[in-house]
């Protein structure tokens, strides 16, 4: 049981480059969301699914698409990137009901830096 | 989900008992109140959650008053490795997304 797994765990991008993050879960958890953290700051909410085929924006969301085909996999698109985009990232997967019971595990993370 | 307010920053000695306050003035009726701790370079954990009084685990304990409107996680005889960022959020049944505020970050001082 590997929990919630993210790659690559450190990306580079070039201004303008586009690249998809990893993100997949064995715990068959319902919810996933992902996540950015800058330096000091709480985490905000990007994009999140519901389960498979069901997806919604968060937060933040511009500059970033998401899909959730499986249960499984919840990959990060980001179709140009640009130096705000420069944070680190976290996926996160909750069991629909045990959310209010810590439920949601977070993968590691992916540390991003845009030049 | 409910607003919740927290001390920035909070600074402590090795072997002290501290308390975190979190103020949630507009908690609703079905929230629970959840805390997360995040090392750094690390994802957030889930520590402890409750709804109403006393809370303990091996982690912390979380007390909540009857008004619900505050909450308090205690960390027992801290230590150098409990220096993270401490969470304050309300949660409840099918909550399909977490909203997180900026956090206490609580250094234990040697």
């Known amino acids: 049981n590997a929990g919630v797994t993210q790659t690559p765990k450190f990306q580079v991008l070039k201004t303008g480059q586009s690249m998809t993050l990893q993100c997949a879960q064995d715990?068959?958890?319902?919810?996933m969301s992902w996540y950015r953290q800058d330096p000091g700051m709480g985490l905000r909410l990007i994009h999140y699914?519901?389960?498979?085929?069901?997806?919604d924006q968060g937060e933040v969301p511009n500059g970033y698409n998401v899909s959730r085909s499986t249960t499984e996999d919840f990959p990060l698109r980001l179709l140009s990137a640009a130096p705000s985009q420069t944070s680190v990232y976290f996926c996160?997967?909750?069991?629909?009901?045990?959310?209010?019971?810590?439920?949601?595990?977070f993968g590691s993370g992916t540390r991003l830096t845009v030049v | 989900l409910a607003k919740t307010t927290q001390p920035i920053s909070m600074d402590s000695y090795e072997g002290q008992e501290v308390n975190i306050t979190c103020s949630h003035n507009n908690i609703a009726t079905n929230d629970y109140i959840t805390w997360y701790q995040q090392f750094p370079s690390q994802g957030p954990r889930f520590i402890i959650q409750g709804y109403k009084t006393k809370v303990t685990n091996e982690v912390a304990s979380l007390f909540i008053p009857a008004d619900r409107k505050s909450s308090t996680l205690s960390l027992p005889r801290v230590s150098l490795s409990d220096t993270a960022v401490y969470y304050c959020l309300g949660s409840n049944f099918g909550n399909e997304k977490l909203t997180f505020g900026t956090g206490t970050r609580l250094t234990i001082i040697p």
């Open positions: 699914s519901v389960g498979a085929g069901i997806t």
């Open positions: 996160a997967s909750g069991d629909r009901e045990r959310t209010y019971l810590g439920g949601y595990t």
């Open positions: 715990m068959n958890h319902e919810y």
